[in-house]
């Protein structure tokens, strides 16, 4: 039953010759088989789940690469995590090369699917989902890959996650596109990351649609290089139902996009529409932290090409009834601290500035200002994000 | 006495296949090897750790052992066991982890009750083959006579001695590897030398079983004697044997920030003033792993406080609470300065 090692590796690295699909029924025992077929995968093999809901009482998890766990359809094939009993997650991956697709998680007790250090992993076609709606009492993420390279995510549904729909923390090589976030804290959030796009989503009815953060006292500190483009990032007004202490707990409702301690990060080409407190946000991270490694700044912030339409007309902030009030009954497309460097707004819109000058200032500080478009002479341009080529073909 | 236990068996075996000793039945006095390099046996008795299972009566070559600190686990009792190959020895490193032998294992069996009414509920093994550890875990059955292969992991209701019904969880395979990981790799985590007895550690080495006694063994606090020890030293030695395995770097938790282990000394590593990353709900309200000074505003007890997937931690191994190491982490973070 055991194969050598070198032969499981020489699976991994090769065109799988000899792949086997172990196809799983709902029913009495689902826990216990799906997860004995989840360890006795073989890299190359799939393991597909039957249309219907596998009711299930503990997290499962998967240990082994090059393995794809396919189901019928986000809506089809369902694991449901509503009577968990344990686990900190409802699927957690831990090896290489996986591919997820095509089933759904509901109700997980902590994260929906957590992959961790599992590189090149693909999450397609998913709907990860607090069927409830908005609660605190929801699991933080709903996709959550994080400490490793490669990771696509796309065409995936994540709605209630009490942090955020999807999460990319401490990782490299990213591309996330083309999902649909609804009724989340964070619709979208990339954290203590390089290097990734997070292209034609759609972020609706979240507190924030789209976060770009950095993080101190990680080990992975420094994001950046970071491109936000051609999202549709629509009304996003839903209150704040993060559970406190957690970081998006202090987001405001009506954020659009928000990019918090960050190098290199560019906004272009997004449709910003009806987020009530601010379609675009910069700020500095505030707290006490010790980490030099950690600057708490946005810096060389690009914002251009985007659409914007009505908003800021209700700012979920200490003073920003006032502030909007002064300026006309809403605040202008783009806000910030005052506490960016190098940032290059390139659209014809106003923007403000609260004025202040050192980190960790109180708002009664502010100074608001008008900021002029700056046209920079030269930005530079992110590399495209490359994922392995395999990575792509694995969904053919 | 194993030795000539195992002398008596031997030969007797040799004569009659099996012998009755006592009212124990052996017809397999050695270790089967090949058990633990290669395959996945569906029973525990084929490994034959155990010249009498349901009394856990270890074979010969395979030696009890118990923690200076011990992991909680629903508050079972836990019977640890290691077997090294013939003519192979331990060796130490440092005050870590003891490197063992290709070949050796290390078998835990967890039980309720006591005497008479004591229930064996599952052995889980490590084996070290060549390729590194594996993990398993097995189940016994209700009369006692063998535990199976449990690769997807059970859950049980057990009822507690005081009453209480739980729901105890025997982790399946990859479970295991929750906890026994780092950098990705199987590993043991509770034979390290600084939470072993040192007349244990002696009695190895003068059996030759250990090739010496580290520095910095046994200094780990004895839980069962806590009244003998500083808070501090009972607190950060039940974060390192109940949380470190995975808040580590490297370990299943390393992305929190979080490295519980006995000799990290950076303050905001073992969490005070931290603020959260992921913790989700598991944040319970409040901004800080540890506030020093309250423990009730600090996310650590918070997470030791619930028994509910998603809040508790640790999120394997245990589905009640452990009121005596909450009791001496809330005491720890009491007396610490507040500025």
Redesign the interface.
Known sequence: ??R??AAALALASAAPAFADTHTIAPGEGA???L??A???AEPGDEVVLEAGRFEL???L???VDGVTLRGAGADASILDFTN?????EGL?V?SDKVTLRDFAVEN????GIKS??ADQIVYSALRVEWTNGPD??????GI?P??ASNILVQDSYVRGA??AGI?V??SENIIVRGNFVEENVAGIEI?NSNRAEVTENLATRNTGGILVFD?P???KVGGGDVLVARNAVIGNNTDNFA?????VASVPAGTGIMIMANTGVQVLENALINNQTSHVMLIAYT??F??ERFQPRPVNVTIRGNVYGAGGNSPDFTGGDLLAAAMGGALPPILTDGLHRNLSIEDAVPAVSLGLTTVGQPLTDAKPEMLKPVIAGKVAQLSPVVLPAEMETRLK | MRAALFALCASAAALAGSIAVGATVMDEPAVNDDAIL???PRALSEYAFFIDGARQLPNYEVVRYELNTPLYSDGADKLRFVYLPEGTKLVSEGDGLLEFPVGSAIVKTFAFGSGENRQLIETRVLLHRS??WLALPYRWNTEQTEATLA?????IALTWPDGEEI?Y?IP????C??CH?KQ?AVIPIGPKARNLDRDWLTMMEEERRLWSVPQGADTLPVWSNAEQFETAALARAYLDVNCAHCHQ?GG?A????LDLRWEQDDP??LGL???????????????VSIAPGDPSAS?MVYRMSST????AMP??GR?TNDHDGIAVVRKWIEEMPTS
């Open positions: 039953m055991i050598l090692t826990q216990e088989r997860q004995e989840l360890i006795l009482t503990d997290g998890s998967l240990d968990q009993a344990g686990s900190g957690l831990t997980a007790k902590g994260d961790k250090g605190p009492a929801n699991g933080a993420y959550y994080v400490e009490s942090d999460y923390g401490q954290e993080l006292n990680l080990p559970p406190e202490g957690n970081i707290q006490d010790t980490d | 290669q395959g996945m390729d590194g690769l997807a992991g059970a859950r729901s969880r399946n395979k990859n479970q590897k929750a990981s990705g770097p299943g390393s992305n929190s920030g905001v590593k003033r931290k603020p959260p990353v992921a913790a989700g709900r598991g944040a319970g309200g409040h901004a996310i509910e997937a998603g809040i999120e394997l589905s």
